[in-house]
């Protein structure tokens, strides 16, 4: 992923002044910053959920701003806030997100967020810890090649955070995805 001179401006006011950055297959990028510096913006523009003003973006190859439906196929993105559909089981969430019939993706993805035994629960019925791997575990069902994650791990326990935290890079390395966290 490079991105180059990215500006997005809301009104008069620019939230991101020529950011540039490059992020290669199977390497991590922690953005940080104080609330309101543009983080939450990047990662939209990143995951071409927002367009910028100026700049260019390059993933896996394919101009995201001339032809997004290519580059995010290729996305995983992990929102700040909850982004499920809350009248929907475990099960059906993510199988709304996953390519049709892919089993394996289904159980692993299942197995890295530990909710193979509430696969059965609605959503609105699940804690806010679980409803965040859920979050996590719908970006990662597609099977990435690029992960933008806006801070995931916010509202799970010290456990559950290690251990995600340690198979996303174990991800990383071995299946060569590009992270991208705030």
């Keep these: 992923?490079?991105?180059?001179?990215?500006?997005?401006?809301?009104?008069?006011?620019?939230?991101?002044?020529?950011?540039?950055?490059?992020?290669?297959?199977?390497?991590?990028?922690?953005?940080?910053?104080?609330?309101?510096?543009?983080?939450?913006?990047?990662?939209?523009?990143?995951?071409?959920?927002?367009?910028?003003d100026a700049g260019e973006l390059i993933i896996g190859g394919v101009d995201a701003l001339k032809n997004p439906a290519a580059a995010r196929a290729m996305i995983g993105y992990v929102p700040q806030g909850i982004a499920l559909m809350q009248e929907l089981t475990v099960r059906d969430n993510l199988r709304y997100?996953?390519?049709?019939?892919?089993?394996?993706?289904?159980?692993?993805?299942?197995?890295?967020?530990?909710?193979?035994?509430?696969?059965?629960?609605?959503?609105?019925?699940?804690?806010?810890?679980?409803?965040?791997r859920l979050n996590i575990g719908a970006s990662l069902v597609t099977r990435p090649r690029v992960l933008l994650m806006d801070e995931p791990f916010a509202a799970?326990?010290?456990?559950?955070?290690f251990k995600l935290n340690d198979d996303l890079l174990r991800l990383k390395q071995e299946q060569g995805w590009t992270v991208v966290f705030v």
Excluded: H
């Design 97 to 132: 997100w996953m390519k049709p019939g892919d089993e394996a993706a289904y159980r692993w993805t299942l197995e890295i967020t530990a909710l193979a035994d509430v696969e059965k629960k609605k959503v609105s019925k699940l804690s806010g810890g679980m409803q965040r």
């Design 1 to 52: 992923m490079r991105a180059t001179g990215l500006c997005r401006d809301f009104g008069k006011s620019r939230f991101l002044d020529s950011v540039s950055l490059q992020v290669r297959a199977g390497r991590a990028l922690a953005v940080v910053g104080e609330n309101g510096a543009g983080k939450t913006t990047l990662l939209k523009v990143l995951a071409t959920a927002s367009r910028p």
């Design 156 to 161: 799970l326990d010290e456990i559950t955070r």
